[in-house]
């Protein structure tokens, strides 16, 4: 080879590897061409640049705030996203400006909410989720002692100190496994009158006495560190601090969007082979529906059983999706409602290596159906169990993967680390699920023994522990359904909680629930559970096929 031909090609795999990776940083401008001197300012941006190039973004470290979701549709397919350094896409706005009110509280007026633009029900510190003014403080909860006939008047054990009309305050009501988040139109003493009837009327998840409950969003009860109240009306957020605190020399951070990512294909046409490597994605809100939050299960909400019912949304959410990958420490954070969701269509994506912490509702949803064609249910009720209307829809193959999953279930404490329902062949292998208040992972939803499209899941070599550490019936694992070929086999679950306030259900290391059959149990090793190690309600051990199991409590 000469050297006139050597230069030239080494001229052409330069100008190849110009033309097919793009950078982007805070600091950059839109207007520039978008190399490593001249970057992009912003993803989206980039994402037009890289647009059917195979290319490569590299973002730069910083934080990307955006203004909208990113949407990449089948035309966005074969693009690499990765970081150089700590990149973090926010759906957030930074707070600053704060004024001392006197004492240990602060406030900021923001005037998109005085103007009716912004409202946030989530507030971050140093990375950290701040609790809203809540009565009574801490993780303190009151008994319920009468409800009346229509669900609305909520007696508590104790006087409420303040008045309650007005401020946008929330009822929160733990019931067995899920709970209900009730806007308060009014109180009077120990009485809360919600402005609808709490609870999923029809069914046992309504506020009853005995259960307890809190309440959450009035400024009154903004009285201990960490504590703040947005007001809609003046749009004035006040915030309390330790002594000597200021808050201006933290980081605090709203959500703005509900939305980060969506990748959205078309049954003819999916996104194929889109990766984020390294990348972190923070700061959802989820506004709370005027008819509340009356949870049914994992993440599942509805008015009544006679009623359409309603899946709390991802931050990332996925649909007609293929081999698009989440990997090499994606961290999912912070978020109203749930981290990373595969809808209809979704085959062969992986999520592997990432963490997803303090996450609102649930971490990974395999088989999510917000915006489904479903058909109709045998069940009923309404949608709840619901399958797909169409065989192509039913997300297959999908990999869940060597990923750390904390905190979950941080506002819908009904939650779980991993769901997985409706969806053929999903892996869920070597993640490490724990400090949950609910259940760790979940399969199945169809509460019979009759077929559905949910088969062939592999939950293997997990780690779940420290689940169960507020509601109750539920487990490390939890199925449901006929789901044939599932396998639960050499995962490790220990310390499965009681709350002090838990109501009669069991907590297990495997709860095996209604209809739940089709499943080989192996080597799974489970120890310092509440309560036994297994459990069965309305199937039975012969329904399941089982191999050299470790459990401590028969
Ligand atoms: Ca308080």
Same mark, same amino acid.
């Given at each position: 080879?000469?050297?006139?031909?050597?230069?030239?090609?080494?001229? $052409?795999?330069?100008?190849?590897?110009?033309?097919?990776?793009?950078?982007?940083?805070?600091?950059?401008?839109?207007?520039?061409?978008?190399?490593?001197?001249?970057?992009?300012?912003?993803?989206?941006?980039?994402?037009?640049?890289?647009?059917?190039?195979?290319?490569?973004?590299?973002?730069?470290?910083?934080?990307?705030?955006?203004?909208?979701?990113?949407?990449?549709?089948?035309?966005?397919?074969?693009?690499?996203?990765?970081?150089? !350094?700590?990149?973090?896409?926010?759906?957030?706005?930074?707070?600053?400006?704060?004024?001392?009110?006197?004492?240990?509280?602060?406030?900021?007026?923001?005037?998109?909410?005085?103007?009716?633009?912004?409202?946030?029900?989530?507030?971050?510190?140093?990375?950290?989720?701040?609790?809203?003014?809540?009565?009574?403080?801490?993780?303190?909860?009151?008994?319920?002692?009468?409800?009346?006939?229509?669900?609305?008047?909520?007696?508590?054990?104790?006087?409420?100190p303040a008045q309650l009309a007005g401020k946008n305050a929330e009822l929160v009501v733990y019931h067995e496994w899920s709970i209900s988040r009730a806007p308060v139109?009014?109180?009077? !003493? =120990?009485?809360?009158?919600?402005?609808?009837?709490?609870?999923? !009327?029809?069914? #046992?998840?309504?506020?009853?006495?005995?259960?307890?409950?809190?309440?959450?969003?009035?400024?009154?009860?903004?009285?201990?560190?960490g504590e703040w109240h947005l007001d809609k009306t003046t749009g004035v957020l006040t915030l309390m601090l330790a002594e000597s605190d200021d808050p201006n020399t933290?980081?605090?951070?709203?959500?703005?969007?509900?939305?980060?990512?969506?990748?959205?294909?078309?049954?003819?046409?999916?996104?194929?082979?889109?990766?984020?490597?390294?990348?972190?994605?923070?700061?959802?809100?989820?506004?709370?529906?005027?008819?509340?939050?009356?949870?049914?299960?994992?993440?599942? /909400?509805?008015?009544?059983?006679?009623?359409?019912?309603?899946?709390?949304?991802?931050?990332?959410?996925?649909?007609? #999706?293929?081999?698009?990958?989440?990997?090499?420490?994606?961290?999912?954070?912070?978020?109203?409602?749930?981290?990373?969701?595969?809808?209809?269509?979704?085959?062969?994506?992986?999520?592997?290596?990432?963490?997803?912490?303090? $996450?609102?509702?649930?971490?990974?949803?395999?088989?999510?159906?917000?915006?489904?064609?479903? #058909?109709?249910?045998?069940? !009923?009720?309404?949608?709840?169990?619901?399958?797909?209307?169409?065989?192509?829809?039913?997300?297959?193959?999908?990999?869940?993967?060597?990923?750390?999953?904390?905190?979950?279930? &941080?506002?819908?404490?009904?939650?779980?680390?991993?769901?997985?329902?409706?969806?053929?062949?999903?892996?869920?292998?070597?993640?490490?699920? /724990?400090?949950?208040? /609910?259940?760790?992972?979940?399969?199945?939803?169809?509460?019979?023994?009759?077929?559905?499209?949910?088969?062939?899941?592999?939950?293997?070599?997990?780690? $779940?522990?420290?689940?169960?550490?507020?509601?109750?019936?539920?487990?490390?694992?939890?199925?449901?359904?006929?789901?044939?070929?599932?396998?639960?086999?050499?995962?490790?679950?220990?310390? $499965?909680?009681?709350?002090?306030?838990?109501?009669? &259900? =069991?907590?297990?290391?495997?709860?095996?629930?209604?209809?739940?059959?089709?499943?080989?149990?192996?080597?799974?090793?489970?120890?310092?559970?509440a309560e036994s190690s297994i459990r069965f309600n309305q199937t039975t051990k012969e329904n399941m096929t089982w191999k050299n199991n470790q459990f401590e409590k028969?």
């Open positions: 080879m000469t050297n006139a031909i050597a230069a030239t090609i080494l001229l $052409i795999q330069s100008l190849a590897l110009a033309q097919t990776t793009f950078y982007v940083s805070p600091a950059g401008s839109d207007d520039a061409n978008g190399s490593e001197s001249a970057p992009f300012a912003t993803i989206a941006r980039a994402q037009k640049a890289a647009r059917g190039t195979n290319a490569k973004v590299i973002l730069g470290a910083g934080t990307y705030w955006l203004d909208e979701p990113l949407r990449f549709g089948p035309e966005d397919s074969n693009v690499v996203y990765q970081s150089r !350094g700590d990149a973090i896409v926010s759906g957030g706005r930074l707070i600053s400006g704060w004024q001392n009110a006197g004492g240990s509280k602060w406030t900021v007026t923001l005037p998109q909410v005085r103007d009716g633009t912004w409202y946030f029900r989530q507030l971050f510190m140093d990375g950290n989720r701040l609790p809203r003014g809540r009565f009574p403080n801490g993780d303190g909860l009151l008994k319920i002692n009468a409800v009346s006939e229509d669900l609305r008047d909520i007696t508590l054990a104790e006087p409420i139109e009014s109180s009077e !003493g =120990p009485r809360v009158r919600s402005t609808v009837p709490v609870g999923w !009327g029809g069914h #046992a998840l309504v506020a009853r006495p005995g259960k307890v409950a809190y309440l959450e969003n009035a400024p009154e009860f903004v009285d201990q560190p933290h980081e605090l951070i709203a959500p703005k969007l509900e939305q980060l990512i969506i990748i959205e294909g078309r049954p003819d046409a999916k996104v194929t082979g889109l990766r984020f490597w390294r990348i972190a994605f923070q700061h959802t809100e989820w506004p709370l529906p005027p008819f509340g939050y009356m949870g049914i299960q994992a993440g599942h /909400y509805g008015t009544s059983i006679k009623e359409k019912t309603y899946v709390l949304p991802g931050a990332i959410e996925l649909s007609y #999706a293929a081999h698009c990958i989440f990997e090499l420490g994606c961290r999912v954070q912070h978020t109203g409602a749930c981290g990373i969701v595969l809808g209809a269509g979704c085959s062969n994506n992986m999520i592997e290596t990432c963490s997803l912490s303090d $996450i609102g509702g649930n971490a990974i949803m395999v088989g999510w159906r917000g915006k489904a064609k479903l #058909a109709d249910s045998t069940v !009923g009720d309404i949608h709840l169990a619901a399958d797909w209307a169409d065989p192509v829809d039913v997300p297959s193959r999908n990999y869940i993967t060597c990923n750390t999953i904390e905190r979950a279930a &941080a506002v819908d404490l009904g939650c779980v680390g991993i769901f997985d329902a409706f969806s053929s062949g999903t892996i869920i292998g070597s993640n490490h699920v /724990y400090d949950l208040p /609910y259940t760790g992972i979940s399969v199945g939803f169809r509460w019979s023994l009759e077929p559905t499209s949910q088969r062939g899941c592999q939950v293997h070599n997990n780690h $779940i522990h420290d689940c169960m550490k507020v509601l109750s019936d539920g487990g490390g694992i939890y199925t449901l359904g006929y789901q044939p070929g599932t396998i639960i086999e050499k995962n490790e679950i220990h310390d $499965i909680h009681r709350s002090w306030h838990a109501l009669q &259900a =069991p907590n297990n290391g495997i709860f095996f629930d209604q209809g739940s059959s089709g499943i080989h149990v192996e080597s799974n090793k489970i120890y310092r559970t028969e």
